[in-house]
């Protein structure tokens, strides 16, 4: 649950979040062997699609703001320019928040765009010297950025994931082994997830972080309503939630004589979101940052617009959409930079199709149905930011994806859960999908929209 909703900054989970959780893993592997104290320089080489895309998903900030010691769930947004300010005027850096090292950034920050290692599209070096003049470092440690915010060591891969499996009381590695847990137990997919919970912190634990997952979504919308302005980055995308906002509140009675209103409101959330991101703003993983709009989306129309929605219900829509990303997880991918964007707004589609199903009275076989239609009509997505930046086309199709989720549940409703592709199925498909694509499509910017502005 927890480590698929992570609470962070944006613009990316995989280029922002994952590189400054990196900077800290290296920051403590050399205070566990005893030489943070004798670094005296510190050199990161970037790689794949963390190179190509890096300068505009805030690859290059991350990485500096974790050096300093930042962490992704506690780093104040609005106080980054200022340190960034520091770092390239001084040419210092505040090393792990103690002491000021030399740090040239086109020296001591490199991007090798023309580099894909063999262990995942996006990786990053880090390596500490004892001195400014040495050749061979003190450690040398190399990470991945597997999606979502999870990163993994070299050599250590098990670290992808905080915890096994096999400590749960009802452990599942498919669909049809979690639809089998949830008729045998009589009960539905959510309660299976919080069984699971209970495995590693108190049920008061539990229901202490989805609400604080669910406050702080909240705010992201509420923040990316209300913030005007012209996105970072150089494409001068205007923020267009908060006259969306004003739009729908100021013609209520204009707005009831069309039934598809609501959806207005759908492409509100996500996009107010989104926007958050862009901006480098906080928000939650859900299950990556490139798509946090859409389960916030989805969930404020089941709260605002739903009759079933209760405070329970709420907890058990992130539960219920966990575990499906679970299954995301472990079997293929939730990194743009692996499968393109059917692993990210995909994924988030498909979680939260499920996950509305769940709560609006679906069975545990049309929670599954609905999932897989979520995934089934995004097959194939590609992942071609412009400029490399999380705006164009990400932010529409955080709100076309919570549109999809929410058509998808209906559809599952109006059945029986019988259906012919199975949820684990296309999750093989999306797999394959994504292994056939060709890189170009794949958050390296070298393809689709990104280099066909004109023709679009």
Known sequence: MFDLFKIGIGPSSSHSVGPMRAAEMFLQSLADSDQIRDVQRVQVDLYGSLALTGIGHATDIAVLMGLQGEVPDQIEPETVAEKLKVIREQHQLLFAGQRNIPFTEKEDLLFHRKTFQAGHPNTLKFSAFASPDDSQPLLEETYFSIGGGFVVREGASGQGIAHPMSAVPFPFDSAAELLRLAEEQGCGISQIALENEKAFRSEADIRDGLTKIWDTM?????????????????????????????????????????????????????????????????????????????????????????????????????????????????????????????????????????????????????????????????????????????????????????????????????GDGSHFVSLDRVIRVMKRTGADMSSRYKETSRGGLAVNISEC
């Open 218 to 414: 909240q705010q992201c919308v509420e923040r990316g309503s209300q913030n005007e302005g012209i996105l970072p980055g150089g494409l001068n995308v205007r923020r267009r939630a908060p006259s969306l906002y004003r739009t729908l509140c100021s013609r209520p009675e204009a707005n009831m004589r069309d039934p598809l209103n609501i959806l207005d409101w759908v492409d509100l959330y996500a996009i107010a979101v989104n926007e958050e991101n862009a901006a480098g703003g906080r928000v939650v993983t859900a299950p990556t940052n490139g798509a946090a709009g859409i389960i916030p989306a989805v969930l404020c129309y089941f709260d605002r617009f739903c009759p079933e929605s209760t405070p329970e219900k709420i907890q058990q829509f992130l539960l219920t959409a966990a575990a499906i990303g679970s299954l995301y997880k472990k079997n293929a991918s939730i990194s743009g930079a692996e499968v393109g964007c059917q692993g990210e707004v995909g994924v988030a589609c498909s979680m939260a199709a499920g996950a509305l199903t769940e709560v609006r009275g679906g069975t545990p076989r049309q929670v599954e149905e609905a999932a897989e239609i979520g995934m089934e009509h995004n097959l194939g997505l590609t992942c071609d930011p412009i400029k490399g930046l999380v705006q164009v086309p990400c932010i529409e199709r955080n709100a076309m994806g919570a549109v999809k989720a929410i058509n998808a549940c209906r559809l599952a409703l109006r």
